[in-house]
Every structure is written in structure tokens, then in C-alpha cells.
């Protein structure tokens, strides 16, 4: 099999993390690179559109290069973007949200605000998924194969590196283990704490004063219901995890209230008692982003605000390709959840038109 190697010029950076670079009329994608650097890649894969390779050289580096904190990054595939300095990374992913939603939501005007960053870019995981094969603890390699031994990962918190350090010594079973900081419940909680403190106190600043009703949507133990009863007559969380309701049931106001289910099953018979025009809804969905019933039924309800927090901008823009037919996109705003990585967290603020 041929496997030729080019000299290219890098020019973006894909959603993912992969450089992107042009030869000959066809794209290719090469990881570890950096926008404007010139670099020579060996082609490992031809597809029709595009091909991959891999990073041969850096002929002439970005001046946003730096110095990997981790030993094991190039290797493990956790992290896309520790090469990068850091003000950087936030500048590319305020980018690629914003040309997402162009692409994928066509979407002709896109409010974007500055990138929120992360206080502590490393040390900052309160969670950490480790697996142990063939003699080996750690994480799989970008190419999802193999195993990388990991005996301390750059990005996790002191307190799970700890767990990560007895877990080695315990010579545990085969298998996939979740490490985290004490605390945690067997339900989703955001992964980086400084960050969710940044994200509430932005939730808190862009609702709307004098709304009757809060539906927090795919509530989990009612993180921004519990930040946001204070300023609301009526406050309900929609959430189909059961560990998740019984935390938020645990302490509760007089006007608090939980459904245990589907958020298509409850957010109909919720919004259809409510005064659309003092509704405030909080969505933040899995990556998969909104089922359709759920689009559906905000379509035919229109509260006047929707928050959207979304962990994908792809199915965020879907999502809000949608609902801009009936509303007006006021702000989107990055935060930087995830350092080091490709991921973002990003939140919406749409208005009834």
C-alpha cells in the first residue's frame, strides 16, 4: 500500500482536534498540529473526500506551540489539545462553535461571547474512567486499539490521581473502572467544578427577573433548579435517572418539585398549565441532544426563554435550527468544562419572537 509523505501547510483545526490541511485539491486531517504551521505528514488512509496521516515533523511551528505537561500525550488519546497554549485553545473553540452553528444549524447570525476559561486548565477532572487488560492500567490510545499504561493523568484532580495510585496497587480484575472524587453519585454530574461554578453564575445572570415558572429539563439533582428557586414562584426538574431524583427530593422548598421520567413523557403536562410569556425552560440534554417530541413540544408551547446547554454544538445546532423558526438566538457562549481537550460546553439563550 502506498503511503506517501507531503509537506503541508495547516490552516484549521477540525472539531476533534485534527489539523487541517489541503494538497493536490484533496483534505487531509494530521493530529498534534497547529493552525499556520508547515509540518511533513506521512498519509495513512485515502477515503474518497479526504485522507488522515500522521505527524512526521514540525518544519515551521505555531507560536502557540508549547510543551506537553503529560508524558503520555500524543500517545493517549484523552487529550487532543495540550500542544497548544492555552488562550489559544479557548480562541479555536469559540471558533469551531461558532462555524458550527453556521454549517450545520444555517444559521446566519451567531451571537458569540467570549470563551469562559477554566481557572485550573490542569488538575481539574473530578472524574476519570480507567481501563485495566492484559496486565495494563489506563486509558485507550487515539486509535481506540490499545492501552496506554497511565500511572498519573495531568488532567484529573489530585484526589483522583490518588484513587488511580491504590487501584494500581490493588492489582484489581480485568475491566472498566469510574475514579472519582468523593461526593459523586451514579448519575451525570458535571466534570469540572470550578467550571460548573462559572456556568451557574452565568445561567443566574441571563434569566430573565419576574418569570413565574422554571422547568429544568434533564435536571439530573437539580443543579440549576436548586441555584434558580429563590427567583421563581414555581420551579420543577424533569429528570429519567432515579438516583438523581431521590438527591434532588432530599431537601426541597414549598413551591420545589421533581418528575421522575422521560422529559417528553412530563414537559408537555407541565408547560401546558403555565403562562407562556412567564416560563422560563433549562435544557441541558445528553450529547445526543433533544429528542424530537421535545423540540416538538417547546414549538407548540413557546415559553418565552429556553436556556440550552449543550456538550455538543453539533446537535446543538441542530437542535437550534429548529427552534430559531419561534425564537430569537440572544447569546451563545463557550465555556472551556474540558481543557486539553476537543471538548466544549456551550449555552444558549434563546427569546420567544
Not at 436556556?307 to 425564537?327: E, F, M, Q, V
Request: proline residues 7%; hydrophobic residues 40%; charged residues 20%.
Amino acid at each position: 500500500m502506498n503511503h506517501p509523505t507531503l509537506s503541508l501547510k495547516v490552516h484549521d483545526i477540525a472539531f476533534g482536534g485534527k489539523g487541517v490541511a489541503r494538497h493536490d485539491g484533496k483534505v487531509y486531517f494530521i493530529p498534534w498540529t497547529i493552525s499556520g504551521e508547515t509540518i511533513t505528514a506521512r498519509v495513512i488512509r485515502q477515503k474518497k473526500n479526504f485522507g488522515e496521516a500522521e505527524l512526521l515533523s514540525i518544519d515551521l511551528p505555531s507560536p502557540d506551540r508549547v510543551d506537553p505537561a503529560c508524558p503520555y500525550f500524543g500517545e493517549c488519546g484523552g487529550c487532543s489539545y495540550q500542544h497548544i497554549a492555552y488562550p489559544k485553545q479557548l480562541e479555536m473553540k469559540a471558533a469551531q462553535v461558532e462555524q458550527t452553528l453556521r454549517r450545520v444549524g444555517k444559521l446566519p447570525e451567531v451571537p458569540m461571547q467570549k470563551c469562559i476559561p477554566a481557572p485550573h486548565p490542569y488538575g481539574y477532572r473530578n472524574r476519570i474512567r480507567i481501563h485495566v487488560a492484559n496486565g495494563v492500567t489506563g486509558f485507550f490510545a487515539q486509535d481506540g486499539h490499545r492501552l496506554v499504561e497511565v500511572e498519573q493523568c495531568a488532567i484529573a484532580s489530585p484526589v483522583v490521581n490518588q484513587a488511580l495510585q491504590n487501584l494500581r496497587r490493588a492489582k484489581v480484575d480485568e475491566g472498566d473502572y469510574a475514579l472519582r472524587a468523593q461526593g459523586g453519585g451514579p448519575y451525570f454530574e458535571q466534570t469540572n467544578p470550578e467550571v460548573t461554578l462559572e456556568l451557574l453564575k452565568l445561567v443566574a445572570s441571563t434569566v430573565r427577573t419576574g418569570q413565574s415558572l422554571l422547568v429544568d429539563a434533564y435536571c439530573g439533582a437539580g443543579l440549576f433548579a436548586k441555584k434558580l428557586v429563590s427567583h421563581f414562584e414555581k420551579v420543577v426538574g424533569i429528570e429519567e435517572n432515579s438516583n438523581a431524583i431521590e438527591k434532588a427530593r432530599r431537601v426541597v422548598a414549598p413551591h420545589e418539585e421533581y418528575f421522575h421520567g422521560d422529559v417528553s413523557a412530563h414537559l408537555g403536562e407541565v408547560l401546558a398549565t403555565a403562562d407562556p410569556a412567564r416560563t422560563t425552560v433549562i435544557l441541558d440534554p445528553p450529547a445526543t441532544g433533544l429528542d424530537p417530541r421535545v423540540t416538538e413540544i417547546l414549538l407548540a408551547s413557546i415559553p418565552v426563554e429556553v436556556i440550552y446547554i449543550s456538550c455538543n454544538p453539533a446537535t446543538l445546532a441542530r437542535d437550534l435550527s429548529a427552534l430559531c423558526g419561534k425564537y430569537q438566538l440572544q447569546s451563545v457562549t463557550p465555556l472551556d468544562m474540558f481543557p486539553q481537550t476537543a471538548e466544549i460546553e456551550v449555552l444558549a439563550h434563546l427569546i420567544a419572537v
